[in-house]
């Protein structure tokens, strides 16, 4: 049931406030500031390393991820498409946990990997959206995203929502190895509850980002720049704008820009910028600057500062509430995730089942 919306996509998407509320009031209860795992607890104080496999968009969420686990609780990561890591081997040393994130719980390079660490890890653990998957069965200890059912071929959804309780269980590593004081924490608690409505305040840019959009439909190819937890998030957009409107689109991180991708710049090329005015914003709006002096045109998404400060040549801009800076890379899949939908509605492709990819990949 699509609930009134043209796509399941769109549904879906619109549907993030909600579930994230869910995933948020599930690991961080009512009253209490500490992040609660169901089942079993996970002692982070007792692990020196952590290893994150997935696939597509899961596997995005774990390189989000890895900035939060190594920033906020100093904790080193390593992060792999499972596809690569399960023909690798690699070794696995002592006081290692291993973490495979998957919506279907089903996709069988990351369900390989997973058996590869079975004898080796710590502990297997896993960020999954079905809790019956055979991803949840195989692992010490499965950890539910509550995203509900998604339909779309495009996880929208699920990422956002893998990305809220990676965010969380990063932060009881922090808090669990010391590295994370009780203000510190209660501080990132009220920030993740008030996400919610910062997604309804993003959602409201719909009609902005559907003109954006309008615009983007008819580039051959598009780049997606960021910096910091930005650049996992345009590895994402990319991806999503490839699925379904099959325009050609890459990410780079913005500072590799002129190690090669900025030869393809010209005035047919749309390059989407995500910056929050974050520590980073300087460093980013200046590759802004390299790309708009080859006529190349920008797509700036940030807050009411970054805009305000770096607007000028701009080709279109969509605005985005401010959020504690752990948080940009949920907001920001938002319109992330709008522009790759109301472009693919532009161009009139299969939103929902786009050409050549199944929802669940359980051959290799
Ligand atoms: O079910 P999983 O999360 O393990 O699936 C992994 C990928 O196949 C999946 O994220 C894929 O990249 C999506 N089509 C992305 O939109």
């Not at 959602?203 to 598009?222: F, G, H, I, P, Y």
Request: with cysteine; charged share 20%; net charge negative.
């Amino acid at each position: 049931d699509k609930g009134g919306y043209k796509h399941f996509m769109a549904k879906e998407i619109a549907e993030q406030p909600t579930v994230i509320a869910e995933a948020i009031s599930s690991y961080l209860p009512a009253g209490s500031d500490s992040v609660q795992l169901p089942g079993e607890t996970i002692d982070f104080a007792s692990i020196d390393r952590l290893t994150m496999v997935a696939c597509g968009t899961a596997y995005y969420a774990c390189l989000t991820a890895k900035y939060w686990f190594e920033q906020l609780a100093r904790l080193p990561v390593e992060v792999d498409v499972a596809s690569e890591f399960r023909y690798r081997e690699p070794p696995i040393p002592a006081r290692t946990l291993a973490l495979f994130v998957s919506q279907s719980g089903e996709t069988a390079d990351t369900l390989a990997a997973l058996r590869y660490c079975r004898d080796k890890a710590d502990k297997i653990l896993s960020v999954v959206n079905v809790p019956e998957s055979s991803i949840a069965r195989e692992s010490d200890l499965a950890l539910p995203i509550h995203a509900g059912v998604e339909v779309g071929v495009a996880s929208t959804k699920a990422f956002t929502c893998q990305l809220s309780v990676l965010l969380m269980l990063a932060l009881k590593a922090a808090c669990d190895r010391g590295m994370l004081s009780p203000t510190a924490m209660a501080d990132h608690a009220a920030a993740l509850r008030g996400l919610p409505s910062a997604l309804n305040a993003a959602l409201d840019q719909n009609d902005t980002v559907r003109a954006a959009a309008q615009k983007l439909s008819e580039a051959r190819d598009v780049l997606f720049l960021g910096r910091g937890l930005m650049y996992p998030l345009a590895l994402e957009g990319a991806l999503k704008l490839k699925e379904i409107s099959y325009i050609h689109a890459e990410a780079y991180a913005s500072g590799e820009l002129k190690h090669g991708p900025i030869a393809l710049i010209d005035q047919q090329m749309p390059v989407v910028v995500l910056a929050p005015r974050d520590a980073l914003f300087d460093k980013t709006v200046s590759n802004m600057q390299e790309v708009m002096a080859r006529k190349g045109k920008v797509m700036l998404i940030s807050d009411a500062d970054g805009l305000s400060e770096a607007r000028d040549g701009v080709w279109s801009t969509i605005q985005m509430p401010h959020v504690h800076p752990s948080l940009t890379p949920i907001l920001y899949a938002i319109p992330a995730q709008l522009l790759a939908y109301h472009t693919a509605v532009a161009k009139g492709t299969d939103v929902d089942q786009p050409r050549n990819l199944a929802k669940s990949v359980t051959v290799e």
